[in-house]
């Protein structure tokens, strides 16, 4: 099992930045795929990037080239780094694991970005 904790949330202006961590229990080397998922008000919830084990990473349309993904194989930590943030980013963060055996989710951290 795998436990997940999310951080690195809170408020911020449009044109910020933010770094998101999501701590987990047990070394994440090994583990499929690690993705920061995402759920505004009053909408779904969406992929926004995604980190494979290989070192591979893939990202929503809606944040190529402003949020890089990466993984600390050392801290066990995954990483969401945001830059030039706009308001339709403020949803809550989620963090995920797929260990190819069972499905894992933190508990989420608020981003809200103001106008």
């Known amino acids: 099992q795998v436990q997940l904790v999310e951080s690195g949330g809170g408020l911020v202006q449009a044109g910020g930045s933010l770094r998101l961590s999501c701590a987990a229990s047990?070394?994440?080397?090994?583990?499929?795929?690690m993705a920061w998922y995402r759920q505004g008000p009053g909408k779904q919830r969406e992929l926004v990037a995604v980190?494979?084990?290989?070192?591979?990473?893939n990202y929503a349309d809606s944040v190529k080239g402003r949020f890089t993904i990466s993984r600390d194989i050392a801290e066990n930590t995954l990483y969401l780094q945001m830059n030039s943030l706009k308001p339709e980013d403020t949803a809550v963060y989620y963090c995920?694991?797929?260990?190819?055996?069972?499905?894992?989710w933190g508990q989420g951290t608020q981003v809200t970005v103001s106008s």
């Open positions: 980190s494979a084990r290989g070192g591979s990473t």
């Open positions: 995920a694991a797929d260990t190819g055996y069972a499905h894992y």
């Open positions: 047990k070394s994440i080397f090994s583990i499929l795929t």
